[in-house]
């Protein structure tokens, strides 16, 4: 009786507001960590957002203050505006199949089946993949004229595909390699969920005389609802900023077919050194990353996302 | 008694697992291929299949000796340690506070952290060249492990945050009552306790920094700087074609270090996604 007392205590006071050595205690935990990411991460960030609204000299090497004029200058340019519908484009749709697919695969895998595992851990490895060796890979597969794909387009009778050269195609090879590289992502997270679930849910099913697709529908994908959520909006934050697989595969090309919003501000940014005019471009980016990510939170709490 | 219908059914279910693995794996399949042949027998149609012992010595010779392989698995190697290293040693005690202590604003610290995970890094790539630049860190590796470690941190408070909540806090409190203090409680009793965390933490931190370019690419200029993705993106940009079966080359050897870092980590892996971690 009194040791619960005493528990309770414990606890009550471990949850209230600290005392001051419990402050001195939170300083030393949290203090380097805080200090380094506020040098190398808020620091930037806000040195970002200063130069969205100036103008880089390269030859005097001088910042000028130019107010809204790099974010007037991006509203009326008719190439962001291409270079955003790219970037929604292989956004909404790449996040679309890739939820659809790795759904698909976490349902298929749920059987017991020989093998799987090897499987798994074979869909794994696309996502740790240096971007540019991923991009190495299709370019080759892609090649117009001995590139395996393209011979195989050309024997079930599609035809040459100008996959990365036609500016019709480009961002839709650009949305199918992403596909490959990020569905597992999705499969991983659905597939845990899919485990954790309680087997009795689907026997009570089985006995009500469900059969499979009623049980799916009606059972299993409401359970895994969150899951497919959480893998959808954290995939679409990371797709929206996109940059190394455009850089490994096409470049940005043709003309801007496949240039996303990361990849205009780094050319802005690294190869014409308009620093200021990049920087505005990366704000509308952390705006919209801002949104994305407090609707994430929305979906899951801070602190407790591996129940997700 | 299995039904025909089900035994039919499973069949099926095996050509499609069959299929989904070669979905997976020819793509490398195909890079090591391409790297085992001559030039001109890159340009065959139907791809063509060749296994010429001298023409496979010539091709990883090249990236070996003309390109320096080796250097820029080294300059990977320690980029990637220290900078893990570094991240760890910040931000596990910083993850462990969050998950102990309430004071006023935690969440909001947290959640402020965490939302770094999410930042375009193209945001902060000139500001912080600018900055290397300015503390005179251009083509050095604190140059590239400055940024690096605050690009893994949030991901490392992250992941760390969940497997401290999942350590009873009866355990440090215990403890703290045989007279610890919290960072010496943390050190000595939850440290070996957290080590499942932490190689999950570290796994991804790994795998973030051996694949970074972006920044690294005008950080870095000269090759005995450069790390593998940055050499890579050197070699294989679509601007600068080279011959595809030595590109092939690079590849496969850019490919072999994550291959085998892969099976040895996979169940950390599979743990840190489902905690939301990955890139």
């Not at chain 2, 000595?188 to 991804?204: D, I, K, N, S, Y």
Request: glycine letters at 6%.
């Amino acid at each position: 009786m009194e040791a619960t007392a005493a528990e309770a205590a414990r606890t009550r006071r471990s949850r209230a507001r600290l005392p001051t050595q419990g402050r001195g205690e939170a300083l030393l935990l949290l203090g380097p960590c805080a200090v380094y990411l506020a040098a190398f991460s808020i620091f930037p960030l806000i040195t970002s957002l200063v130069r969205s609204f100036e103008d880089y000299n390269t030859r005097t090497d001088t910042w000028r203050w130019v107010g809204v004029d790099n974010y007037t200058q991006l509203i009326h340019s008719p190439d962001f505006w291409t270079v955003v519908e790219n970037t929604v484009l292989l956004t909404v749709v790449g996040v679309t199949i890739q939820v659809v697919l790795g759904t698909a695969l976490a349902l298929f895998f749920n059987q017991q089946l020989r093998g799987s595992a090897v499987v798994r851990g074979i869909l794994i490895l696309p996502m740790l993949l240096t971007p540019i060796v991923v991009g190495l890979m299709w370019r080759a597969l892609l090649n117009p004229e001995w590139g395996l794909l393209n011979w195989l387009a050309v024997k079930v009778g599609i035809g040459q595909v100008g996959w990365l050269s036609d500016p019709n195609v480009a961002l839709w090879t650009l949305v199918l390699v992403d596909s490959w590289q990020w569905t597992p992502f999705v499969f991983v997270i659905v597939y845990a969920r899919l485990q954790a679930l309680p087997q009795e849910v689907f026997e009570a099913g089985s006995v009500d005389g469900a059969n499979w697709f009623q049980r799916t529908l009606y059972l299993t994908l409401p359970l895994l609802a969150p899951a497919i959520v959480f893998a959808a909006v954290f995939r679409a934050i990371d797709a929206f900023r996109t940059f190394d697989l455009v850089y490994g595969l096409t470049n940005g090309g043709p003309v801007e077919a496949t240039t996303t919003l990361s990849f205009q501000a780094f050319q802005n940014g690294f190869e014409f050194q308009h620093y200021g005019y990049a920087s505005a471009i990366s704000y509308v980016m952390v705006i919209a990353a801002a949104i994305g990510i407090t609707l994430l939170f929305k979906v899951v709490k801070v602190r407790r996302l591996e129940t997700a | 008694m299995i039904k025909p219908g089900r035994r039919f059914g499973r069949s099926v279910s095996y050509v499609v697992l069959v299929l989904i693995g070669v979905a997976g794996v020819a793509p490398f399949l195909y890079l090591l291929m391409l790297s085992f042949k001559s030039e001109l027998q890159t340009f065959d149609v139907p791809p063509s299949l060749h296994f010429d012992w001298s023409t496979i010595t010539a091709n990883y010779g090249q990236v070996i000796n003309e390109n320096g392989y080796f250097t820029y698995v080294e300059n990977s190697v320690i980029v990637t340690g220290i900078s893990t290293l570094i991240a760890l040693v910040l931000g596990v005690p910083a993850a462990y506070a969050f998950s102990r202590l309430r004071f006023r604003g935690s969440d909001n610290l947290a959640a402020t952290i965490l939302s770094f995970r999410f930042m375009p890094p193209v945001a902060v790539a000139i500001p912080i060249y600018l900055m290397i630049r300015y503390l005179g860190q251009v083509n050095t590796f604190p140059g590239l492990i400055l940024p690096y470690v605050a690009f893994s941190l949030p991901l490392v408070v992250w992941i760390m945050i969940g497997f401290f909540d999942e350590i009873p806090r009866e355990i440090d409190e215990a403890a703290m009552v045989d007279g610890l203090t919290r960072p010496r409680a943390l050190l000595q009793v939850l440290l070996p306790l957290a080590r499942p965390g932490m190689l999950v933490a570290a796994t991804f931190g790994v795998i973030f920094i051996w694949n970074e370019f972006m920044v690294g690419l005008y950080i870095v200029n000269s090759q005995d700087k450069e790390t593998i993705p940055i050499a890579a993106s050197t070699l294989l940009t679509v601007e600068s074609p080279i011959n595809f079966n030595v590109a092939a080359a690079v590849g496969i050897f850019t490919v072999i270090p994550v291959l085998l870092f892969s099976i040895v980590v996979q169940r950390y892996i599979v743990r840190g996604i489902t905690a939301g971690a990955v890139r």
